[in-house]
């Protein structure tokens, strides 16, 4: 089986379930938007992380799931023992 | 298919979900000391919680037909403070040759601070002193990459704990390639909204393959899923795995590494108990 064939079943099985939860998030966004403040949040360092979380989706390179899960993380100090 | 859920909080769910894990083909759980959702005022609350866990739950669990394991510990929430911490730790060889404690768990970070990392490290000495496995949990969310590359840090420094002797949880996709590199084996949790899904651990298996790898529900207190293990399975299935790759997941994996702990005992589905289970 190539694997154009199998992204095809992949993408026809998940389909339907992708497209839902996009719609979920794009509600989300909306009803911050609706919200009484939402100037003021605009720039709140969780809707940075959701833009750029968003950002990563749209591209073509891969690891999305890695690389979002990154954007939501704090980094790691090599030197966290020292003072 | 049978199937063995490695973590579990079976203290804090009704019969309801014993039931329906041993109809859905559950055959063992193992349940780790954790965070009871409120902060314990002394070392005799964790006195009474381990004889919970290796007295009364064992016997619940059994009235369904499921055999039950457990781990020791102080958690990560509540080795932040630390005294009590030393008097849970110096209080755990009381319990630790009762016939279902597989080792120290589930030992971890909660905010990667100072006192719980030394708790941690206490946690690892005991465990190489007497030669236990060892469960850990890492962090929730935003500190999980953080704090589990500081607990990989943590291991690293002790070379007389082997790393097959240590289940790295609640791993993640920006986590997991850190644990395999590390030699350790490493616990995928299906637990809604703050840690994976049947799907994505699916993915990940597929990615990185079925050795060394666990699933769990890790249900508890809060909203979570006991049948979270038959979900991956069905997952799987749909996606045409072979049943051998997913017992493999589910069933012998866990018991390749349960095996490891000299008082683990274990009757496989409809046979006689072996001796080294």
Redesign the interface.
């Known amino acids: 089986m190539s694997m154009a064939s199998v992204a095809r079943e992949v993408l026809d099985r998940d389909f339907l379930e992708i497209r839902a939860r996009l719609i979920d998030i794009a509600a989300a966004l909306d009803r911050i938007d609706r919200a009484e403040g939402a100037e003021r949040v605009r720039n709140d360092g969780r809707l940075v992380q959701i833009r750029e979380s968003l950002r990563i989706l749209a591209s073509e390179d891969g690891r999305r799931a890695e690389r979002v899960l990154m954007v939501f993380s704090d980094p790691y100090e090599p030197n966290w023992r020292q003072p | 298919m049978y199937y063995i859920d490695p973590h579990v909080h079976m203290v804090s769910r009704v019969t309801d979900d014993y039931e329906r894990m041993a109809r859905m083909g559950c055959v063992a759980v193992s349940e780790p000391a954790f965070w009871a959702g409120f902060d314990r005022g002394s070392v005799d609350g964790f006195r009474d919680y381990f004889r919970q866990l290796t007295e009364f739950e064992p016997n619940r669990a059994k009235q369904y037909g499921l055999q039950h394991y457990c781990w020791l510990c102080i958690n990560a929430k509540e080795a932040e403070n630390v005294s009590l911490s030393r008097e849970v730790i110096a209080l755990i060889p009381e319990f630790l040759d009762r016939p279902n404690v597989l080792g120290l768990g589930e030992i971890g970070l909660n905010k ?1 601070t100072k006192n719980e990392c030394t708790v941690f490290e206490e946690h690892l000495q005991l465990a190489a002193d007497r030669g236990e496995l060892v469960l850990v949990h890492t962090p929730h ?6 704090g589990t ?2 607990i990989l ?1 943590m291991l690293r420094g002790h070379s007389d704990i082997k790393a097959e002797h240590v289940l790295i949880d609640h791993a ?3 986590t997991v390639r850190h644990v395999f590199d590390a030699g350790f084996w490493c616990g995928l949790t299906l637990y809604p909204v703050t840690k994976c899904t049947p799907a ?1 651990a699916a ?1 990940i298996i597929e990615m990185y393959g079925a050795e060394r790898i666990l699933v769990n529900s890790a249900a508890d207190w809060g909203p979570s899923n006991p049948d979270a293990v038959p979900n991956f399975v069905a997952e799987m299935r ?1 996606r045409g795995h072979p049943e051998e790759t997913i017992r493999q997941v589910v069933y012998d994996n866990p018991l390749e590494f349960f095996r490891q702990s000299k008082r683990f005992r274990f009757t496989p589905p409809g046979g006689a108990a072996s001796p080294e289970g």
């Open positions: 990667n969310l935003q500190d999980k990459y953080k590359r500081m840090d993640e996709e920006h994505r993915d749909r």
